[in-house]
């Protein structure tokens, strides 16, 4: 006997909910079963990267800071405009008609600039202009926060200057707020996250200057399930977690006789993807030679 020869089996989201839907013992029968369906899936997403899965979708992030600016969007904002080529790096905007405020980060084109999260919202069409150039353009289009509220968390983080990358320490909440002037220049060596719905990113010290890079690695969402002929943005060795975790989700509201059974073999499977998706990397551990010499 061959075998296939292909290596390509990927459900769609159709595929999942049938397989859900026989696990409890029922068939897939109405429209809205098919849309509670897709749902709980998301749901299901949600409590992934509570669980701190999601590997795959780390996401690495360069971000060129801009003089005397600390506070950056997790992600990307860009500001689509008319033309950007007068606008100075670092300066602030304001909108001619919303009075809506943000400063600008770098300028990709003549006819975009990606920015700080703006106090209030700017509107299509409405006229900005900057601080210190007085440059004025006019707003294309509304600004897409998509990219930084699908940010769950950052990993990690590095300052690059000059080719060579500097470790910055994250710190919490707290801390940030205890250090006395958070307006010192230098290079930043610490970084906190504030999770709200649009996640910053606060740097200490300020950037002293518009060429250092703050590179960091970002967990980012799963795509949502939006229709049942989408596949899912999973990798292959999680369609059973899936599967077995969409199950349980749906037992809860159509088959409770079988809630106990369905949710241990999603834990069960989960805990297998878990311990599957992690560092693999050697580690070891050598002891300081100051303790050494004192037990010698």
Known sequence: MAVSGSKDFEPNVADYVEEAFERCGLELRTGYDVKTARRSLNFLFADWAN????????????????????????GTLTLSVAASGSFTVGETITGGSSSATTSIITKPDSTSMTITVPSGTFTSGETITGSSSSATTTVSSAVSFEDVQSTIDILSAVIRRDSTDLAVNRVSRDVYLNIPNKTTTARPIQFYVDRQITPVVKLWPTPENSTDQFIYDRLIRIDDADTSVNTVEIPFRFYPCLAAGLAYYISLKKAPDRIQILKALYEEEFLRAAEEDRDKANISLVPSYSFVSAIS
């Open 51 to 74: 669980r701190g899965l999601n590997r795959w979708t780390i996401n690495q992030v360069t971000q060129t800071v801009a003089e005397d600016i600390n506070e950056y969007p997790v």
